[in-house]
């Protein structure tokens, strides 16, 4: 990661998974499917603040009404967000309390770490599984949303739903390549 931005020279996964291990498999699989991702992510950025740039300009100087425009770029942001998830964990760019990490010893920050990815997973299948549970209401119900536009209420849920479910997957190959470093010493 840059401070300026992501960084797609560089590989974002830090966890360090035994090479030709069943883990060290699946996390080169979950680099390259997170590293697509945040090429669309980004481009779906872009695309969200032309809707946006657009919607203003239209009416500004042609007074047009826009109703669509704020709710496309919503739902593209959502799915910029939601999607990216298990690239920044990758990294473990999410927020992190760190306050006691130059109190323990390294001992204490694997320790540390174990317990709060731990509880991360735990957090994060809750929150795939009710996604996954809107979404499947939203597709069923025919939900759509209460705009003018009405698009489905599914879009942003699958996003949203895979987004979760690709940050739990992040957070477990992190989880099971730091046990079976553990297991190997």
Partial sequence: MSAHGVDLGHSPVMTTARPGSPVGRITRAMTLLNTA????????????????????????????????QDEAAVFLL????????????AGRGH?????????????GNKIRLLVVDTASLLFCCFFAWKSWTLFHEAWVDGQVS???????????????????????????????ASLDAWRSK
């Fill in 37 to 68: 991702i945040v090429v669309l992510c980004s481009i779906a950025l872009i695309v969200a603040s032309s809707i946006l740039s657009y919607s203003v300009a239209a009416r500004y100087f042609f007074n047009a009404a826009t109703y669509w």
């Fill in 95 to 107: 927020i992190g309390i760190e306050a006691l990490t130059g109190y323990l010893s390294k001992r």
């Fill in 78 to 89: 959502v799915g910029a967000t939601f999607l990216s998830t298990a690239f920044v964990q």
């Fill in 146 to 176: 209460g705009s003018t536009w009405a698009p489905p209420l599914w879009i942003p849920y699958s996003m949203m739903s895979l987004g979760m479910t690709l940050m739990t997957l992040q957070i477990a190959l992190q989880l099971a």
